[in-house]
């Protein structure tokens, strides 16, 4: 089912996308992953993704939000993308979990070849929390929370959904 939001952004509602789960998780760290592509059949590997977290013992997913088709930001010339939110627990600290996302990312054909380029996934950590306190972290390579998250419809329109 799709629901069209303005005339450039529409929302997608499939099988996993929003998903909650019905079970609890004692899991350490609550965190809120951005995801999105543009390259190929998103949709199939969001889908994919979500399966392989879903199935990862490290990790628990506690809900995702609906996807969003929206127009690419900084280099404009290429598809629009599609992106979604998903909550999920783990045991791992941010860094640790930051390099299973790459993993992940990489896994999935990712190819870092300039800033905002064309990607079949994109992976980012939004937010994390420890119990019910937000952590906040500013590194080389992590932002938490991530940066300009608020200023970026790809992540507050997916999240009021939540």
């Not at 952004?9 to 965190?31: A, E, H």
């Not at 506690?62 to 290429?78: H, M, R, V």
Request: hydrophobic share 35%.
């Amino acid at each position: 089912m799709k629901k069209q939001l303005s005339k450039s952004s529409v929302l997608y509602f499939t099988n996993n996308f929003p998903y909650k789960s019905i079970k609890t998780s004692t899991k350490t760290y609550t965190v809120t992953l951005g995801i999105g592509g543009n390259i190929g059949n998103v949709k199939q590997r969001f889908d994919k993704l979500f399966l392989a977290l879903q199935n990862d013992c490290r990790f628990h997913i506690i809900k995702t939000s609906p996807l969003l088709k929206n127009p690419p930001f900084g280099y404009l010339e290429q598809n629009d993308f599609l992106n979604g939110l998903i909550v999920l627990k783990t045991n791992l600290s941010p860094m640790p979990f930051l390099r299973q996302m790459q993993r992940y990312e990489n896994r999935f054909g990712r190819l870092r070849s300039f800033k905002d380029a064309p990607r079949t996934l994109d992976i980012d950590i939004i937010f994390v929390s420890q119990k019910s306190e937000k952590l906040k972290m500013r590194s080389e390579k992590l932002t938490i929370p991530h940066l300009d998250w608020e200023n970026r419809k790809s992540v507050t329109i997916p999240l009021s959904y939540l």
